[in-house]
């Protein structure tokens, strides 16, 4: 378990830190220009994560690749 709240899974191969997440795509986040998948049994949590955090969904998709 990791003890910083600012982490989540997002598939089943990854856990990222979402203050590195720079772009959203609804199917993918973006750390850099790197596209990293969201696992389809996952989304729903990625996106209750940016809810929680008052991410902006419009800035990060016009941000996104």
């Known amino acids: 378990n ?3 709240g600012d982490f989540v899974r997002i ?3 990854y856990v990222v ?4 997440i720079t ?3 609804g199917k993918r986040v973006f750390i850099e220009d ?3 998948s969201i696992g389809v049994s996952y989304r729903e ?3 209750e994560k940016f809810n929680s ?3 902006s969904f ?5 941000d996104s690749h």
């Open 34 to 36: 790197f596209p990293i």
């Open 58 to 62: 419009e800035n990060l998709l016009e």
């Open 2 to 4: 990791l003890v910083n």
């Open 45 to 47: 949590k990625v996106m």
């Open 17 to 20: 830190n979402f203050d590195r």
């Open 11 to 13: 598939h089943k191969s």
């Open 53 to 55: 955090l008052s991410y």
């Open 23 to 25: 772009g959203f795509d």
